[in-house]
């Protein structure tokens, strides 16, 4: 690869320059100086300190330890490991109606027909050794148990999507080693169907065929193959509607046709439904002036209907924290409700965006539960798009490095659904790191389903923690300033007493035991995650 080089002083001291070029020789070394420095600032976001320890040759299963399934429907789950390959996989307890591939890890079949807990042992053996994990599967009314996790192509791709945009991301999403952490979704976001009145032959057309269903423009040629493509991976297929005639990118929306909708959604396979507000807003009074039942009407018709098809389908709303959303979302049958607007136009004040749309998403704490998940929009870190541009090309974010481990760490203690929005096809090593440590998605994941209580919110520091279904703490301090700051946090102020050991999460290491409180140095815009546990005695 050719690189420019700067000159050293040493060098241009020896260099005769006419006076008449010294003006052009001033604004070079200006141009070489600040491009030098804007590389280096790329690079610190990009090429910080990889905290999370890479997995080892052994396998070890990672992802929830509880999943929820609705009787008699299809169910498809992919055992998370990270290890050698080849692996080899069993199961005890296992229901009769489903079936274990025992090389690919991946479970499918029919949910079974009766109510209830159905504990399983997974195991995974390779030639450094053999795991075992505690898998529960219950089936009932409610689905997605613990935080969904996927990618979602709305701030890389936006209205430019296809069929082969998604069929890359499942393999990249496997060949990244994202789906052993416990990844699953690869969802469509806006722009997969026709767009009513474009002269572009890829995109316009009729929006809705002879029975009244809504058509993929031809982007998307077929779209029962691409979820069962998407399957084929052991992964889940998600799409996007809109409630409103339009979405919010202009193409067709389901109102009017909600029905035929949710049974074509079903029957192409894809089995998560993202529903954004979009132009609903024009079917009802300006703000202001609309009720609870003008918020939450078409979201309690779309809710029923997708509980009636034929296979799970998890269901989130996406009509940014309006109307209170969180305090009637499990009424209308969703399983996730996004609490703010859009991340990626959320401005940079003094903290960038992620901030602001956390300390609001956090206010919400007492409204989750397994199955009910407050959403604050997605993880944009990696190599990502401009949501006020796009047409610009994705590139680098420019968080710090602790700034995206402050990022995941908060997401993780608000049990946030997890899903990635950044380019799938240049996948970083410390992009990775931030994704997929085992030790910070088990927080995220964990069955006891609390969202992490705000202890502490001013202008320096913020502190979240997080009860977990092992009876430990999840504990996150984040300091809010420009300089490094000590920081501390009280037993009382926990609801703990005695000893406590210190589990470092990001560095997956015990780091000592402390009594009263715990107290640690913090990285400006970064944070202390750490995970507290009664010491035995």
């Known amino acids: 690869m050719y690189q420019r080089s700067t000159p050293s002083l040493s060098t241009l001291r020896k260099i005769r320059i006419p006076a008449t070029q010294w003006r052009a020789v001033a604004k070079f070394l200006r141009f070489a100086l600040t491009t030098t420095f804007l590389h280096a600032v ?9 905290l999370t320890p890479k997995p ?21 789950y992919r055992i998370p490991c990270t290890g050698q390959r080849p692996l080899q996989f069993s199961a005890t307890g296992l229901p009769a109606s489903l079936t274990l591939n025992n090389e690919t890890g991946i479970i499918e079949g029919l949910a079974p027909q009766v109510d209830g807990s159905y504990p399983v042992i997974l195991k995974a053996t390779n030639r450094k050794g053999t795991v075992t994990r ?71 057309g009729a929006p809705r065929d002879a029975d009244g269903a809504i058509r993929p423009n031809r982007r998307f040629p077929d779209m029962k193959a691409l979820a069962a493509y998407i399957h084929s991976k052991g992964l889940k297929a998600g ?28 029957d192409w396979g894809f089995d998560f439904l993202k529903y954004d507000w979009c132009s609903y807003g024009s079917l009802v009074p300006p703000k202001g002036h609309r009720t609870t ?16 098809q034929s296979r799970d389908i998890v269901f989130n709303l996406c009509q940014y924290g309006q109307g209170d959303v969180w305090s009637w979302g499990d009424s209308v049958g969703a399983n996730s409700w996004r609490t703010t607007g859009d991340l990626g136009i959320e401005p940079r004040t003094s ?6 749309v956390g300390f609001a998403n956090a206010r919400h704490a007492d409204f989750a539960a397994p199955g009910l998940w407050n959403d604050p929009d997605y993880i944009l870190i990696g190599n990502i798009g401009n949501a006020h541009d796009f047409v610009q090309p994705a590139k680098l974010t420019d968080l710090t490095p602790d700034e995206q481990y402050s990022y995941m760490s908060m997401w993780v203690l608000m049990a946030s659904p997890l899903f990635f929005s950044g380019d799938m096809s240049k996948l970083d090593p410390f992009t990775l790191n931030i994704l997929c440590n085992s030790e910070v998605i088990d927080i995220d994941q964990d069955a006891l389903g609390r969202q992490a209580q705000v202890i502490a919110k001013n202008d320096s520091e913020f502190i979240l923690a997080k009860p977990m279904a092992d009876g430990s703490l999840a504990l996150g301090l984040f300091n809010l300033g420009r300089e490094e700051k000590k920081m501390s946090v009280e037993w009382n102020q926990l609801g703990l007493a005695g000893t406590q050991t210190v589990r470092d999460v990001w ?13 640690t140095t913090v990285n400006p815009h970064g944070v202390a995650l750490v995970r507290l546990s009664e010491t035995s005695k």
Not at 142 to 156: S, V
Not at 293 to 308: A, V
Not at 507 to 519: C, F, L, T
Request: aromatic share 12%.
């Open 351 to 356: 903290l960038p965006g992620f901030y602001t």
């Open 507 to 519: 560095r997956q290491k015990n780091i000592g035991h402390s009594e009263g409180q715990y107290a």
């Open 42 to 50: 790329a690079a610190s976001a990009s090429g910080g300190p990889i």
């Open 293 to 308: 039942e003008d918020y939450n009407k078409p979201y309690t018709l779309m809710g029923n209907l997708l509980k009636e």
């Open 239 to 266: 799409l996007y509607s809109s409630p409103g005639p339009l979405t919010c990118a202009e193409f067709a929306g389901s109102y009017q046709h909600e029905k035929a909708d949710a049974q074509k959604f079903a």
């Open 56 to 76: 080892g040759p052994q396998p070890k299963i990672n992802g929830p330890t509880v999943y929820g399934a609705r009787r008699g429907k299809p169910f498809l």
């Open 134 to 204: 505690k898998f529960i599967i219950v089936v009932g009314d409610r689905i997605a148990l613990t935080p969904p996790m996927g990618w979602n192509d709305w701030y890389t791709h936006y209205d430019r999507v296809t069929d082969a945009v998604m069929r890359d991301a499942a393999n990249a999403m496997v060949a990244s080693g994202m789906a052993d952490f416990g990844y699953q979704y690869v969802n469509i976001d806006d722009a997969w169907m026709v767009k009513p009145g474009s002269d572009d032959p890829m995109l316009g």
